[in-house]
């Protein structure tokens, strides 16, 4: 959830210790059922704490002038980094597994997934943690609600939206 909120594995690292630390600090003394519902809760506060924080770093940055230019150097130099890396590995990896998806259904799969991801991007972020808090966390509504901080029935609405939303973007993925 936090990787898909904030774009970046090293600020959803960041963002899940902080929020693993936060309920170790307050909420050790609470029950085990608890502790779930109560993470979730935490963990979409210091996403939204992660945007207002980016959103003034990107003030900044734009007063600054800093490009992209820098990032996308660094970006191709860990890529070629990797691929050299990657070259001098083990040749087990070079022999493909007899009970795998042929190489056509890895890359359908490969591009269904990143335009899963991207339509999650574009979703608004209240729509984004309902849909992440009950499909992949499988929480049900009512902790869902005590998650987000809000009603049973804004969860439905939010997580109604985005299915709809996601289903119209992903309509070209269906199988």
């Known amino acids: 959830m936090a990787f898909i909120a904030s774009g970046n594995r090293e600020?959803?690292?960041?963002?899940?210790?902080?929020?693993?630390m936060k309920l170790a600090q307050h909420y050790a003394d609470r029950s085990v059922e608890e502790w779930a519902p109560l993470f979730h809760k935490i963990l979409q506060s210091t996403i939204r704490d992660w945007y207002r924080r980016q959103k003034v770093r990107n003030q900044w940055r734009t007063w600054l002038e800093f490009t992209k230019v820098g990032t996308q150097q660094r970006a191709q130099k860990d890529s070629a980094d990797?691929?050299?890396?990657?070259?001098?590995?083990?040749?087990?990896?070079?022999?493909?597994?007899?009970?795998?998806?042929?190489p056509v259904m890895k890359l359908v799969n490969e591009r269904t997934i990143e335009a899963l991801e991207a339509a999650l991007h574009q979703l608004p972020l209240r729509q984004q943690q309902a849909f992440l808090l009950r499909v992949l966390e499988g929480l049900n509504v009512e902790e869902t609600a005590q998650a987000m901080g809000c009603t049973a029935g804004s969860v439905k609405t939010h997580f109604s939206r985005a299915i709809h939303a996601l289903r119209q973007k992903l309509e070209d993925h269906r199988l």
């Open 11 to 20: 600020d959803a690292l960041d963002i899940v210790q902080d929020s693993m």
């Open 82 to 102: 990797n691929l050299g890396s990657d070259a001098q590995g083990n040749t087990i990896d070079l022999f493909e597994d007899a009970h795998a998806d042929g």
